[in-house]
């Protein structure tokens, strides 16, 4: 034991590095090549060896599931009813029967949440919103729509322009399989163009309005207009494209 | 020498952890507690919601986090921080032995200063997260003022430092529990100098060379 210990320190002072501060440093700028280049690395990563290991990865194309209420509304296949009403020649009401009974429509597309989240290549599968509002007639002085959430609490609206895109639908599948409860099932909207703000959870009534009324999201500041690419609005989310 | 000394070994008491280093350990190690606590239903959501009401978690993980650094800053930057400050330093600077010892992964022999390389790195990383994880989570807070392509980068590596962060505190709480006298004085503040001959034979011995006496700091 007693061998084990030197004599006391030598005279010339011994040579010390700052493992600290370079580890720190070094890191921290790690983590800051992370925040710029990580999204691209992600992309690379998920085409080079496809979406399997972007699911492997911590952080790698996953839901983040929010809801407004801190809880989920459980609607039962059989109980869902979407009211379609205000300014339309036939309000009517849809049962999950009806709308499945439409022409579907299905593709592959990403979820863009606005916070900086992304699920690339999420099969979606539903109803066009065009189609729905074309079976019930829409009014010529009709401006846009709002939509209503079972949670009553989430609102969102469209233009009726931007509810005519192909790629805005009323989806009833997702990832492959009915829509989930947390994911806004039986139905929800899904709105490809914009942040995953648009895209309602628990969708439960279209009304058709003469103006646009900013949802909750909105409300809470979000642009109206939640274009992915940030081409529009004075709360233009992106700074980086305008 | 080392015979007789033997005796008083067991009962001479040395300071390793003043009130104020304690205070910001316990402070820190509370934000981080509540931060993971957090965490786990904000990032597995479809489990929990149902049982947490979300926006409670949000809150106390926003202000948890912003609340992080606040232990370390005080406790580094007030008149009662000089021994914070002095072990700072030992934490940043290491011996050519320290960094050898770190690189065998603890196979080469090492008299440990005040804290072993391990405990340094584990310090080091401690300090390092605060900084990434405050940065990229305000990043997430206040998403408006950065690109997309920042956001889903600040969204990455929150994630990942989050893994990271997890398996060292685990680790570090294994290593408490499994080091009871370590453990002990961030209650205390005092170890035996019988430890100390064992676990920081430098500290003691430079202790010893400045003539410390018995129950100082």
Known sequence: MASATNDPAPKAPIKRVAVGRRTLLGVTALGALGVVFGSSVQNFLGKAFGSGLG????????????????????????????????LVERPRTFTLEDLKAMPPTSFVKAFQCVTGWRVPEVHWAGVRLSDILDSVGVKPEAVALKFESYDRADTESLTIDQAHLPDVIVAYSMLGAPVTTEHGGPVRLYVAPMFGYKSLKWLS???????????????NGYPVNGWLDGTTGPANPDPSLT | ????????????RIRRFDRVQRAAHWANAALFGLLIFTAIPLYFGSFFSVVMPRH????????????????????????????????LGRINYWTRSEIRWIKTLGKTPLEADKFNPGQKLNSIFTGTVIIIML?????????????????????????????AIFAVVVGHIFMALAHRDSLRSMFTGWVSEKWAATNAASWLKEKQLKGDSPNSR
Do not use: C
């Not at chain 1, 492997?56 to 379609?84: H, M, N």
């Not at chain 2, 020498?1 to 001479?12: D, E, H």
């Open chain 1, 55 to 86: 699911g492997l990865l911590p952080g790698g194309d996953r839901f983040r599931i929010y809801s407004i209420t801190g809880a989920y509304p459980k609607i039962a296949d059989r109980d869902y009813r979407l009211k379609v009403s205000g």
């Open chain 1, 205 to 219: 009534a279209i009304r058709v309005v003469n103006a646009v009324e900013p949802g909750f999201w909105e409300e």
């Open chain 2, 1 to 12: 020498m080392a015979i007789t000394q033997a005796n008083s070994l067991a009962v001479t």
């Open chain 2, 56 to 87: 409670l978690m949000e809150m106390i993980h926003l202000w948890s986090g912003l609340a992080l650094p606040i232990p370390i800053i005080v406790s580094l930057l007030g008149p009662w921080g000089r021994q914070m400050r002095r072990d």
């Open chain 2, 135 to 163: 940065g990229t989570g305000s990043m997430l807070q206040w998403f408006r003022f950065f690109p997309v392509p920042w956001r889903l980068g600040a969204t990455f590596v929150h994630d990942v430092f989050a893994f």
